[in-house]
């Protein structure tokens, strides 16, 4: 309402000023009292008059390209403004009357009609299901370079991330240094590789299963190139390359969710076109989309398969991962963290890159240790600082450089502001910060 009233004043003002010009002419040229007093009280409701006439129509330009069921409202508006200057102003009063009895027939139309069930709901945005089967190999590909960084032609943008949200720790670029995760560029030639690897003999099926919460000699079941991606996909703990494991698991865990659990939570579809990109971008020949979807059935037991939603994500556009507008749960997940963090309270952050974000009580520690150097003063600018450089503090026994060091582009403040409150809160024996 107040942001209305704004927005007509911001409209009109050269109206509005002109009358109460007006006003004042009147105030000072009329000598007779009673004449004074009529021509100041009039201009005074044409004020009125004309302040709602422009909230009226300011709400109706506002809310014209939106799904709004506030339209009727600038009809009501207009009604109340004719029928008081009818009453006002004697020699318009016929016309102002009958005018203000249209609009408040129109006004009620239009209101009644509002009320009835919308049928078309405002045009909700089309449910896209994607038919993964049958998309030429190609096509498949465009998806899972969309699903892996955010658009068809994003892999080559710098930063650019998608739902999979693989970039947060693969590097995909032919040479490039990749620390947090292996490059992945020529995973589909060194997949047999691995499979010859002295720790990978599959001699030990019967120990193995698919919910494999550590690797152990002989653990890797996969028989060629294509289940062995499907069980790094599915069961990264299913067989750890040497050095990327959870540090102290002596390469035993990976830090790598299960990507078709939440939070990323592929489908099948989703990841045989997830692979299918990294077949063709480098000129190989992809199996097809049966094969594929057959090598993550062998991994993925059939009541842990996400249910093909079509549920396109939309992010908060450009590089903005988040813009805080998001519940705190989904905006942890938009942002990325809980593949890395484990965050108490928030749902599937469960990631183990990363040291367990109770700042409420690491943040004062942090800044008591003598080795800081960092320019926090309070908490939680030790939070913002660690999220937005990561390099001012590297927490004891974590690796530096693993954490992206550009959330300060792809977090709005408000993003930012909210992840921080939330993770300031989080104090050791204390109940759970509420959420939104
Ligand atoms: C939180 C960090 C993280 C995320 C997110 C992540 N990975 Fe990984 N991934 C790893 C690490 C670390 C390894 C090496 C340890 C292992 O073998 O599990 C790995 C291993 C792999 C491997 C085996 C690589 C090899 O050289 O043998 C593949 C394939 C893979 N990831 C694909 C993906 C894809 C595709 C995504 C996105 C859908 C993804 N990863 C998301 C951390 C991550
Ligand atoms: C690719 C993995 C990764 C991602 C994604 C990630 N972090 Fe981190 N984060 C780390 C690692 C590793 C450390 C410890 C090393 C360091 O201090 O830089 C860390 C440290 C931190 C710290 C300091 C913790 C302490 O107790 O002192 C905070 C706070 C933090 N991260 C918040 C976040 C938030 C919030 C997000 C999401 C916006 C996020 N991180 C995303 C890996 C990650």
Redesign the pocket.
């Given at each position: 309402m107040v942001e209305l009233m704004g927005r007509a004043i911001g409209m009109g003002w050269p109206v509005l000023l002109m009358l109460v010009g007006l006003l004042l002419y009147f105030q000072v040229s009329i000598s007779d009292p009673v004449k004074k007093k009529r021509a100041s009280f009039q201009t005074l409701i044409g004020i009125l008059c004309a302040f709602l006439a422009l909230m009226a129509i300011s709400n109706y330009t506002h809310n014209f390209e939106g799904e709004s069921r506030l339209l009727p409202v600038s009809l009501v508006m207009i009604t109340i403004m004719s029928f008081v200057m009818g009453l006002y102003f004697p020699n318009i009063s016929a016309l102002m009357k009958i005018g203000g009895f249209m609009f408040f027939v129109a006004a009620a139309l239009s209101g009644y009609g509002n009320w009835l069930p919308q049928v078309e709901g405002g045009f909700p945005p089309p449910v896209v299901k994607l038919d993964f089967q049958s998309m030429s190999s190609q096509q498949l590909g465009d998806e899972g370079e969309k699903?892996?960084f955010g658009g068809i032609g994003q892999s080559k943008t710098q930063g650019a991330i998608g739902k999979?949200?693989?970039p947060?720790?693969?590097g995909f670029q032919q040479g490039f240094l990749s620390e947090?995760?292996?490059n992945?560029y020529g995973?589909p030639d060194?997949?047999i590789e691995?499979l010859k690897e002295p720790n990978y003999h599959m001699n030990n099926v019967a120990a193995r299963t698919t919910e494999q919460k550590e690797a152990f000699p002989g653990s890797g079941t996969a028989t060629n190139a294509q289940e062995?991606?499907a069980e790094?996909?599915a069961c990264?703990?299913c067989?750890?390359?040497t050095g990327?494991?959870v540090k102290g698991s002596n390469d035993g865990t990976?830090?790598?969710?299960k990507?078709h659990k939440p939070p990323?939570s592929?489908t099948i579809g989703e990841l045989a076109a997830?692979d299918t990109w990294?077949y063709t971008r480098e000129g190989k020949e992809a199996p097809a989309y049966d094969v594929i979807a057959t090598s993550y059935e062998k991994f993925i037991p059939e009541a842990d398969r996400p249910a093909a939603g079509g549920e396109e994500e939309k992010g908060a556009g450009g590089n903005i991962l988040a813009d805080g507008s998001e519940p705190t749960d989904k905006l942890f997940m938009k942002a990325g963290c809980p593949?890395?963090h484990t965050i108490p309270g928030i749902q599937d952050a469960v990631?183990k890159?990363g040291p367990l974000l109770m700042e409420g009580s690491n943040a004062p520690n942090r800044l008591k240790d003598p080795t800081y150097k960092g320019k926090a003063k309070s908490p939680k600018e030790y939070i913002t600082e660690s999220i937005l450089n990561p390099s001012a503090y590297v927490v004891k026994d974590f690796p530096d450089n693993q954490m992206p060091k550009d959330f300060g582009v792809r977090l709005t403040g408000g993003a930012l502001n909210k992840i921080v409150d939330y993770l300031a809160q989080l104090k050791e024996g204390q109940p759970l910060p509420p959420k939104e």
């Open positions: 699903i892996i999979g949200q693989c947060l720790c693969h947090r995760a292996p992945l995973i060194r997949a691995r062995y991606i790094s996909h990264p703990s067989f750890v390359v990327f494991g990976s830090p790598m969710p990507i990323i592929l997830v990294m593949a890395c990631g890159v």
